[in-house]
């Protein structure tokens, strides 16, 4: 595609309850990211996804994060049972070469505003 | 520990002045840097991309540089408009790990 694309835009959800976020990168962008974005704060890294490497899932925060990405382009990110500090924008990023290669120039997705009642 | 700074967190000036925004840096190693913008309640918006082996990148009226030897990176914005009112935050990426380090940002303000 053109850009990034998130969504949802904006999710509402109660507490207890599993949401999944999704993001489709550019097309041909090898390189993928998830962030997060609170009220305030700067962006935390979530997870990385090179290719078909083993994705880098150092900076998910707990147990009910996960995320996949299939055939090399979609990804999915999952939160179960919510809790009302998940509640941030959450960005996806695509880059085209590897960041090792010194290049690598990111592009992020509109973020998927999730909040928890 | 690899962290991104970014000072000051907010700046207020006249539309028509040029201005500077500095983002400093742990670790002179650094892979690449970047400056994006982000408008309220919208994604991050690529500016500049500084590889390590570059000392400066120009786009119409930005120009970025980079001193790795003091860990530190300058976006120039001449001839501010009351559209460049955003957040403007750098993000570095270290030959360890995976991530690129973001500093908390600039919001700027250019008063018509």
């Known amino acids: 595609g053109a850009g990034v694309s998130q969504s949802p835009s904006n999710k509402v959800t109660e507490k207890g309850k599993d949401v999944e976020l999704r993001c489709d990168p550019i097309?041909?962008?090898?390189?993928l990211y998830w962030y997060r974005q609170s009220l305030g704060q700067g962006l935390e890294f979530l997870i990385y996804?090179?290719?078909?490497?083993?994705?880098?899932k150092s900076g998910l925060p707990s147990d009910r994060f996960s995320a996949e990405r299939t055939g090399g382009s979609v990804s999915t990110l999952t939160i179960q049972r919510t809790q009302q500090e998940d509640s941030a924008v959450y960005l996806c990023?695509?880059?085209?070469?590897?960041?090792?290669?010194?290049?690598?120039?990111?592009?992020f997705g509109e973020g998927s505003r999730l909040t928890v009642l | 520990k690899q962290e991104v700074t970014q000072i000051p967190a907010a700046l207020s000036v006249p539309e028509g002045e040029n201005l500077v925004l500095n983002c400093s840096f742990t670790d002179s190693a650094i892979y690449n840097l970047q400056w994006f913008r982000q408008d309220p309640g919208k994604g991050l918006t690529s500016l500049l991309l500084i590889q390590s082996s570059q000392r400066e990148q120009t786009s119409g009226r930005l120009n970025a540089s980079l001193d790795k030897s003091s860990g530190r990176s300058t976006l120039y914005i001449a001839a501010s408009q009351p559209g460049d009112s955003a957040t403007y935050l750098c993000a570095v990426t270290w030959s360890t790990g995976n991530q690129f380090y973001f500093g908390t940002g600039t919001s700027l303000t250019v008063i018509p």
């Open positions: 097309s041909g962008h090898t390189a």
């Open positions: 996804f090179q290719g078909n490497s083993a994705p880098d």
């Open positions: 990023a695509s880059s085209l070469a590897p960041r090792s290669l010194q290049n690598g120039e990111l592009f």
